[in-house]
């Protein structure tokens, strides 16, 4: 990868890749801000209801994981027939990725609901809230359907290049979440506003109530993503026959499948990783969701990037256009650099105020600001491995990152857990410690194959 005319870094990029990155930031933000917002309203009900709703998360990331990554395969596709200006075949993968929300959506849902009264006895939860987890996973996931389809649609549209609707859907589901939080979680109550006592009407569902707020919201945006899909005048898929196109499933299924295998099987390394936490007491299980819900916030321009990375990626590897190909990726991944710097800075200097919003324990608030400090110290070369990622997502290489990310998961962060906190008995320091070390292994795997340059070939010569 030579430097080019006007150095090896060429600032005229940046807003191109800040055009498309901004609305997942925004929308990855807003997202962050509506999850604050949650667990902060679960926490008021108490640490059991925080605990209760945190301890099946992985989980859920495990099947929502699985399922984004066949996006994946449509995203790489879909960029590379734009750069080539193939927008028949675009629309017809658009159509693939329809049949794909179906089947993927009826399987999942079935699934997740099946499997709901025993995640929380896999997941060593406490057996004083193992009924209430287990309620809240059912409801939360009678909308796996639509989130199916809002997961994979949302990429499809990224992919072309439109980053502003998925993030006006997000944040109108965010508004949507918040709301019907705000009336089914609590009781009917008085709120004393301005000194006026005001009756709210209330449900008084508790954790129940979150979760079918959620579930409502990922309802709406279902909906709103198929609907803007069909819209979209350069990929609407009216018209398209709709049937199996082997000519485009191939190829997207050869970039989705190692993908999703790769999300599985690190997701499922969260699993036993929330496990292995769940397992220190309820205590740590509290400060750990508290803690990543505090982290997820922080890391918000890691993801704006990918999205941009595999976006411009995908395209300039489709038209053949290497020079441009690699100036946009050095400007993605020095800003991304400066941005996870300054809020891997911000993380550390503020984490116990930002504690205090979940709990007023301060057993918690004491072992969550020690585990987010010592991650902050890592936030910038985690957002670097995210940008990776999404370039290699971009050009349809996703066997590499299987095979890094498995072995990192499981070699790194679960069995260092594991002889950390169950044969050496330490707390949930150590077990931060080691996913710090998970975060620093994938960094310096994924730059040592970015420049080799490998990476960067299309998705049919993949």
Known sequence: ??????????????????????????????????????????????????????????????????????????????????????????????????????????????????????????????????????????????????????????????????????????????????????????????????????????????????????????????????????????????????????????????????????????????????SLINALGGTATAAHTIANTVESGFYIPGFGMMTAAATLTGNYIGAGDDERLHKVTRMTILSELVLMTVTGSLLFIFAPNMVRIFSKDPEVIELCTTVLRMVACSEPFFGVSIVLEGMMQGAGETRFSFVVNILAMWIVRILGTYITTRLMGMSLVAAWACMIGHNMTMFLCYLIYYRTGKWAKPINEA
Not at 164 to 172: A, E, G
Not at 192 to 212: K, R, Y
Not at 218 to 244: C, D, N, Q
């Open 1 to 274: 990868m030579s430097a080019s005319k006007k150095g090896y870094f060429d600032l005229s990029y940046l807003p191109i890749i800040f055009t498309l990155a901004w609305p997942t930031m925004l929308e990855e933000l807003l997202s962050t801000a509506v999850q604050y917002i949650d667990t902060a309203m679960v926490g008021s009900l108490g640490t059991e209801a925080t605990a209760a709703v945190g301890s099946t998360s992985t989980v859920s990331w495990l099947f929502i994981s699985a399922l984004s990554a066949f996006g994946v395969g449509f995203l790489a596709y879909i960029s590379q027939a734009r750069g080539r200006n193939e927008f028949g075949k675009a629309k017809r993968a658009v159509m693939q990725a329809l049949i794909m929300v179906i089947i993927m959506g009826t399987l999942f849902t079935a699934v997740t609901l099946g499997l709901s009264g025993v995640i929380p006895v896999w997941m060593n939860v406490d057996p004083a809230i193992r009924q209430l987890a287990s309620r809240y996973f059912f409801v939360s996931y009678l909308s796996m359907f639509p989130r199916t389809a809002s997961m994979i649609l949302g990429t499809v549209l990224r992919a072309s290049g439109d980053t502003k609707t998925p993030m006006r859907i997000n944040v109108s589901m965010n508004v949507i979440n918040i709301v019907l939080n705000f009336f089914l979680i609590n009781p009917t109550r008085t709120v004393n506003v301005l000194g006026l006592n005001i009756p709210v009407i209330g449900a008084g569902f508790g954790v129940l109530g979150a979760a079918a707020a959620s579930a409502l919201a990922y309802l709406f945006g279902g909906i709103m993503m198929t609907v803007s899909v069909f819209k979209h005048e350069e990929i609407s898929p009216k018209g398209m026959p709709f049937r199996i196109d082997k000519e485009i499933m191939a190829p997207c299924l050869r970039t989705a499948v190692p993908n999703m295998l790769q999300r599985f099987g690190a997701s499922l390394g969260y699993v036993v990783f929330g």
